[in-house]
């Protein structure tokens, strides 16, 4: 089974609009952290949030935050307010314990498109 | 600049030939992950080192391939007889860790290797 899985491979957004992007994994393990990254065309990572599987409350940073749903296994990103530079590709990923390390899997992303 | 380098930013080779990246990591960060990105993908984790100590390295990661961090600082990558089939983004990302939890990764802005 796939450990991240994000079925959007592009999605389009009207500028100052809010968009949702979907995330789920898959874990037997109870302590886990999701994060989304962004990736512009430049191809630099760029964190976004963060969201531990013990934290209580959704996370949030400045526009950006995580629906976190734990019983469904999502993990969404909510874009409110979009802008132009918010085009890139968008990675969901997630750290679990694998062997000692904390392991992190990546989804295969999705491309948002931000129209004018 | 503080954050994480890579060097070169693009490397072309030909078939069979030796090629060696560098990751500088944040100064003070003690965990280092080497990730290859292809097209249209996200990264795929490679190899991890905790200060010099190698502790993970991925299936993915064929006999061709070594990876060094001496003095727990920068690393490099090696890959030898290189195959069309390496071409791909190298990307580093280093995070500061304990024993039990890490951080996120921040990540340097890649290698694009392309074997002719």
């Known amino acids: 089974a796939q450990k991240i899985t994000q079925t959007q491979p592009g999605m389009f957004v009207q500028e100052k609009e809010a968009v949702t992007l979907d995330c789920t994994y898959d874990?037997?393990?109870?302590?886990?952290?999701l994060f989304w990254y962004k990736q512009p065309s430049s191809g630099e990572m760029i964190f976004l949030i963060y969201?531990?599987?013990?934290?209580?409350q959704n996370a949030t940073e400045g526009r950006y935050s995580l629906n976190f749903q734990k019983a469904r296994k999502s993990a969404n990103l909510v874009i409110s307010a979009s802008q132009l530079g918010d085009s890139a590709m968008y990675f969901c990923a997630m750290r679990e314990p694998s062997g000692g390390y904390q392991k992190v899997t990546f989804g295969t992303g999705t491309k948002l498109q931000v129209i004018p | 600049d503080t954050g994480v380098s890579q060097n070169p930013r693009h490397k072309i080779t030909k078939r069979g030939q030796n090629v060696t990246f560098r990751c500088d990591p944040i100064?003070?960060?003690?965990?280092l992950y080497w990730y290859r990105q292809t097209l249209g993908q996200g990264p795929e984790f490679l190899t991890y080192?905790?200060?010099?100590?190698?502790?993970?390295k991925s299936r993915l990661l064929s006999d061709r391939f070594s990876a060094e961090r001496p003095k727990g600082s920068f690393s490099t990558l090696e890959i030898q007889r290189t195959e069309q089939g390496d071409s791909a983004m190298y990307l580093c990302a280093s995070s500061l860790g304990s024993t039990t939890y890490s951080n996120e990764q921040f990540f340097g802005p890649g290698t694009r290797l392309t074997v002719l």
């Open positions: 874990t037997s393990d109870p302590s886990y952290g």
């Open positions: 100064s003070e960060h003690n965990r």
């Open positions: 969201q531990g599987s013990y934290d209580q």
């Open positions: 080192f905790q200060n010099e100590a190698q502790l993970e």
